[in-house]
């Protein structure tokens, strides 16, 4: 008898860890639409240290135009600002970030590339940004990725420019590669390193951070897209999320985010770009 119920529990806890275990599994593979709607919360990879863009302020919160289309997305999602928790991430991990789980979406000056559409979706583009230099205001000589020569180059590790910088200029550069960009904006301005590069929108921020003292120098020599990630198989998340930058760049609230957060460096502003659903 008593070994009979004994038995009987045992499979009862058996059961409901089985069970346990498909509802996890199926959680981390559910649609961030459906993780909105039934947490209420959501866990975002941003930039820490890209003014106008992605920035930690000495209180701990996040300000920039991503930071602001992260909340927008949020919030047609269902889930409120104050229920977003923004997580740093650096460009070389925002993949693994992704398909690992610790983030359901990154909004951080995230090219959309095909090599990068291998491992996670893109929703977007809702700005289109381009390569340039980031030099010392005194310098005259460069100018532009044709006088490159002989100059030492700083980047970040996993970043569209330093593979750009890799595949295209290895012979006349040299490159350094850091993990964030404000690491190369210090090695700028110590004067180790000639120039910084990626994407001019960023660079406007550092110049306008250290007024007087760095300056965006070349016309754009690349086209980076910046995209929503998220995890590979969700369509569903991307039609919604796509819907919501749609919504964004329609009722005025992409062109006010831009102008509240990237206006000040100086930037040209563009209009929003095309949305590239697939
Ligand atoms: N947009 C480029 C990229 O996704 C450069 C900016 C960045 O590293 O975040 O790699």
């Known amino acids: 008898m008593f070994g009979r119920s004994l038995y009987a529990t045992f499979a009862v806890v058996a059961l409901t860890a089985t069970a346990t275990a498909c509802g996890s599994a199926e ?4 649609s961030i639409v459906d993780k909105a709607k039934n947490d209420k919360k959501l866990v975002v990879g941003v930039k820490a240290d890209q003014p106008g863009l992605g920035l930690r302020t000495p209180d701990g919160s996040f300000t920039g135009f991503d930071i602001e289309v992260a909340k927008y997305v949020a919030k047609q999602l269902g889930v409120e600002a104050k229920d977003v928790t923004f997580k740093e ?5 925002r993949e693994a970030f992704i398909e690992q789980g610790q983030v359901d979406m990154v909004v951080a000056t995230y ?3 095909d090599a990068r559409k291998q491992k996670v979706s893109f929703a977007g583009p809702y700005f289109v940004a381009g390569q340039a230099l980031l030099v010392r205001a005194d310098d005259t000589a460069l100018t532009g990725p044709d006088k490159l020569n002989g100059k030492k180059l700083c980047s970040v590790a996993g970043s569209t420019p330093a593979q750009k910088v890799k595949a295209e200029y290895a012979k006349e550069v040299q490159l350094q590669e850091e993990r964030t960009y404000s690491a190369c904006v210090d090695r700028v301005l110590g004067g180790q390193l000639d120039a910084l590069t ?8 550092y110049a306008a951070q ?14 980076e897209k910046y995209g929503i990630g998220l995890k590979k198989d969700d369509t569903a998340g991307r039609k919604a999320i796509n819907d919501a930058l749609e919504k964004m760049f329609a009722d005025g609230s992409w062109t006010k985010a831009l102008q509240a957060s990237v206006g000040a460096s100086g930037f040209t502003l563009p209009q929003a770009p095309q949305l590239e659903r697939y």
């Open 27 to 30: 959680a981390s593979n559910a």
């Open 89 to 93: 991430t650096v460009s070389a991990n």
């Open 111 to 113: 090219s959309i590339t």
């Open 198 to 205: 990626t994407d001019n929108v960023i660079l406007a921020g």
């Open 210 to 223: 250290y007024g007087g003292k760095l300056k965006v120098v070349g016309q754009p020599f690349s086209t």
